[in-house]
């Protein structure tokens, strides 16, 4: 039961950070049917920023802070500004550069832009960073007893830090002027900008909030995992896809759902012995992801929370 509960605990975590990045795919693909391929490379580039700014305050890897003071936490607290801010910003512009001008396209042209995007961010980043993975500096977060479970500080600062994002977005969206607006265009862009909308400066808005998201789950990933290179955006980025479709596209709280299952579907199947499974559970962790995947294309396409809408034309 111990091991139940921490293995739980940790795919929450890592769950939070798959939904904030399915967060970006599901505002896109509502407000314009766009599956934005490069929003998982902006989640790598998020990373990249949250390593560069952290190593200019001096937190570098080779000599990891050995004590949080509050000192670290305002640098930490900036390095997550800059994150959110930096990807906030590079996705404003890949909408701007790369999608707007394809808007009333056939539907293949925006899909293969943005391919391009993401190969182009992937080269982006081998050339700052190199082909190797990165190291994160370790910081010095304590963990605690709760009952007969330890738990890291680090692992709840996570999900706090991730549920309130969540939380803040469900609240712009349902209860604010521009989240009546995004929720205007995402059902008729035509009528909406008859409304008075501008619908450009809606969608670039989104852009900003799903891409902020991304740079934000960029750094939350940081606290965590040891490292990073230029291609983790693609493998994160296809997870983070996998949870916004099981949770049923184009729907937030389903996006938000759809990666809390898949963190712990996960991290259960990483702890099954080689004994169960060839090479153990955790060899087979993207097989039983993409496995869902199949599942819910093939039985429930709309996802877990999804609702069938009729084709906008």
């Known amino acids: 039961m111990e091991l139940f509960l ?12 798959y939904a904030l990045i399915a967060l970006g795919y599901t505002m896109v693909y509502g407000i314009i049917e766009l599956i934005n391929f490069a929003h998982g ?29 509050w000192d670290l936490i305002a640098k930490l607290a900036v390095t997550a500004i800059g994150s959110f801010l930096a990807c906030a910003v590079l996705g404003v ?22 391919i391009g995007v993401s190969l182009v961010l992937e080269d982006t980043g081998k050339l700052w960073k190199g082909n190797v993975d990165i190291p994160f500096p370790s910081l ?25 994002l969540m939380v803040a977005l469900h609240l712009l969206v349902t ?19 008859l409304m008075g909308v501008n619908v450009n400066r809606i ?18 990933y940081s606290l965590q995992f040891p490292n990073t290179n230029f291609t983790i955006g693609y493998d994160l980025g296809l997870v983070a ?29 990483s702890e099954i012995p080689g004994t169960v499974l060839p090479h153990g559970g955790d060899a087979w962790g993207s097989a039983v992801v993409y496995g869902v995947l199949i599942l819910i294309l093939v039985f429930r396409p709309s996802g877990l929370l999804g609702q069938q809408t009729p084709e906008k034309v």
């Open 175 to 193: 209860r604010t002027r521009l989240g009546r607006a995004m929720r205007a265009v995402a059902q008729d862009r035509e009528a909406a900008a």
């Open 203 to 220: 969608i670039s808005m989104t852009f900003f909030i799903g891409a902020g998201l991304a740079g934000a789950a960029g750094f939350i």
């Open 41 to 69: 490379d902006i989640f790598m580039v998020g990373t990249l920023v949250t390593l560069t700014i952290m190593n200019w305050f001096g937190v570098v890897a080779e000599n990891p802070p050995k004590v949080l003071t």
């Open 140 to 164: 010095p977060f304590p963990s605690f007893q709760v009952g007969f479970v330890s738990i890291s500080s680090i692992t709840v600062f996570m999900l706090l830090i991730a549920s309130a």
């Open 6 to 17: 921490k293995l739980v605990i940790i795919g929450l975590s890592t769950g939070a950070i």
């Open 241 to 269: 896809f996998t949870c916004a479709v099981l949770g049923g596209i184009g729907n937030i709280v389903g996006a938000m759902v759809g990666g809390l299952v898949i963190g712990v579907v996960r991290s259960l199947v």
């Open 93 to 114: 512009i890949i909408e701007r550069v790369a999608y707007r001008p394809l808007r009333n396209a056939p539907r293949l042209a925006p899909l293969i832009s943005a």
